[in-house]
Nanobody
Framework: EVQLVESGGGLVQPGGSLRLSCAASGFTFRTYSMTWVRQAPGKGLEWVSTMPCGGIRTYYANSVKGRFTISRDNAKNTLYLQMDSLKPEDTAVYYC??????????????RGQGTQVTVSS
């Protein structure tokens, strides 16, 4: 059974940083591409970033490019999202998601339960 467990969310001031983690189990992590999506209050899901399973290429939404960094540790079966220069509009529940195959796309097959990120002074 695929399991994705996010952690690292919290309350941070504008301009601050957070690092989200996603612990994965139930599948062969290194052969799956990984994605972060988010959902702001009252809005739909928004794709944030994807790292295909090769671990070389990364893709970002324009809204986070230059501020967020996605990475993965295949030895630890863990996905990360380093978020810097946070803005109030980054406030959302952040979800880790995954799909089989080593190519880029914004959809996914499985998603975790999410972790809340609140950016406020």
């Amino acid at each position: 059974e695929v399991q994705l467990v996010e952690s690292g969310g919290g309350l941070v001031q504008p301009g601050g940083s957070l690092r989200l983690s996603c612990a994965a189990s139930g599948f062969t992590f290194r052969t799956y591409s990984m994605t972060w999506v988010r959902q702001a209050p009252g809005k739909g899901l928004e794709w944030v970033s994807t790292m295909p399973c090769g671990g070389i290429r990364t893709y970002y939404a324009n809204s986070v490019k230059g501020r967020f960094t996605i990475s993965r540790d295949n030895a630890k079966n863990t996905l990360y999202l380093q978020m810097d220069s946070l803005k109030p509009e980054d406030t959302a529940v952040y979800y880790c998601a995954t799909y089989s195959g080593c190519y880029y796309k914004q959809s996914y097959d499985y998603r975790g339960q999410g972790t809340q990120v609140t950016v406020s002074s």
